[in-house]
């Protein structure tokens, strides 16, 4: 009588084609992003802020000043690319050069008076920096100058028995949101302002910030 051997191959094919899928796909090579490539990433984040230096160009409706929701939207940008580019060579350059385009741009701010834009400009640089003493020192000054205090003129009002004309005036305290109705005259020191005089017959006034010397400005009247 013969013995019949039977060799179950199936299972064995089956097997073979399980390991065959379990091994992962072919890792695909990862392309580093360009110097120039980054740099226009982070232009395209600080847009909200380097557009309001060109404002004025754009007509009325432009917004004239940082915005402190467009403010947070440039900081979390900021924040974002620096963790995705900080890793490569080519990011660490780029980073580096728009570290002095900030610069330049607080410095521009600075010369158009915007200063709540030379705040922002300090935050973005320290997102992307260490905290420096030269930017502690210009968001300082940036602050005092920040809450200069705003004043509109109401009216004016000749003391003919004294001999003397004073000015109605309406100033705005930013830092302790405050409104006050005042009536000065040339001389006079009040909330953080000297009055140096009138503007030509009365047609507006002239003052001093006296938290920063020489920092005089005009204000127009009705």
Known sequence: MRRVCVVVLVPVVALCGCRETLRPPPSQPTVAAAPGDVLTELRQVLTPMTSLLVSADQGAGAPRMLRDADKEQVLAGLREAKAKHQGADAGKEALKQFSHEIVEMIQQAREADRWKLVLGGVDAYEVLNEPSPRMERLRKRALIH???????????????????????????????????????????????????????????????????????????GP
Do not use: C, W
């Open 146 to 220: 920040f809450n200069r205090p705003r004043v509109a003129v109401k009216g004016y009002f000749d003391d003919l028995a004294m001999g003397e004309a004073y000015a109605f005036l309406q100033v705005s305290l930013r830092d302790k949101d405050e409104v006050h109705m005042v009536q000065v005259r040339p001389g006079d020191e009040f909330l953080g302002l000297h009055f140096i005089d009138f503007v030509g017959n009365k047609k507006g006034v002239e003052l001093e910030y006296l938290k920063a010397p020489n920092d005089t400005f005009k204000v127009m």
